[in-house]
């Protein structure tokens, strides 16, 4: 349906209306503050509980995660694929564990499910990688953005 | 001897003419990144150079250096003369403009315009009206149904609009008695009303104020630009009339469509405010100077080229701030205001200004 808005003389002119826009530019123009974040200098400051990159936390060097199966059983990309082993004092531990980024949909369920502590997620954002190799055990494992 | 006398003056003109039109280009869509990026509370480009200044040069090389493409389904030939055809009228047009006065050198007048045309006014009005078949040429060649939408938009657009805009300039030839270009800038410089020790100069738009906004709204219109800009209707009709266009072809036209600004400008610089006329306070700086002789003149000619140029610039800047300030019409919209407002308005003015040149007001 077409509304027809109701309009004075003086505003069917357009003049002073039109004059009055440029003054609403001009002075975002002029005292308006820019919102710009300049990125590879300043970064998008986020909440501590934002849900980023992955990895396993770590207590003296040894990986907290027992490959107890809790976290791909929860996951709900099913993107968590663990192989377990055992070490010579008969503990069990990842031999492998690896995310597919990819599917992940950062749900932070895994993090919920483990009883060790052991997979978090940091508040990393930046997480691109040139090589299909990334997101191994040894990747996760290096503690960054450590919380 | 006599050839060299206006061969050297001659060339020297077209050719301070061409590069300086030439430079307006980048620093136009310099100002207009940055100005609309400001106004949007957004920083602009602001990597390449100081303030982002080489930006626009950067883009110039990318543009070269890009892939000459021609998609298979055009016609060539039109295709490529298209980007030619709009770029050859926009540079003419800027022809008849005088940038300053006039300068004695071994007694000869050398006026600072590159042809002071009898038929000046006249001449860019057909001029720009030679653009609008780059447009269509364009659009056609494309064989492309958002491109030829976008050339019918336009041509129906620049008809629509070139009536009142030459009605609008009428009045401007009534008051000064002649279609000269560098004798309309001249007589602005005569004083309109004295009011003690204050003058108003017979400025254009003193005495034509109601002529200017039309003038100045057909302008928008004959150069595509905001709010006016249907024919390239990114959100209706892709990108309109230049859609097939890639790399330098495309920058031809973006460089037509500047110059195309800066003619505009000029005229309504020459036409309304006093042309190379000195800005007020100018004159005072001028006899301050500590200058005789040819240095003095060579100064003032040097002051008027500033003065025309601030009030060049000053229209430039007006074409990007309305650019970032107004929505963009709707068609009906568009053709109503021209034929049902503008038409007859400028027609009422025409009117007005001869009773009023009768009555011996102006």
New interface residues.
Partial sequence: MLVKAKKNALQNLY?VE?VK??A???K??LF?????I?YPEERRQYSERYRGQHYIKATNGVENCTACMLCPTVCPAECIHIEAGERPDKEKYPVKFEIDVLRCCFCGMCEEACPKDAIKLSNIYEMSQQQREAYDKGFLLEQRGNK | MDSAMFWIPAIAKVALVAIVLLQVVPVMIWVERRGSALMQNRLGPNRVGPLGLLQSAVDAIKMIFKEDFVPAHVMPFYFLLAPVAAVIPAFMSFAVIPFASQIELNGQIIQFQIADLNVGLLYILSITSIGVYAIIMAGWASNNKYALLGSLRSSSQMISYELSMGLSLIGIVMVFSSVKLGDIARAQGETLIQLGSLSLPKWGIFVQPVGFLIFLTSTYAETNRLPFDLPEGESEIVAGYHLEYGAMKFALFMLAEYINMTTASAMCATLYFGGWQLLPGMSWILGQLPLDGMASEWARVAFEAASFTIKVGFFLWLFVWVRWTLPRFRYDQLMDLGWKFMLPLSILNIFVTAFMIYRGVI
Avoid: C, E
């Fill in positions: 003049i039109i826009g440029l609403i530019t001009m975002n123009m308006g503050k820019t919102v710009t300049q």
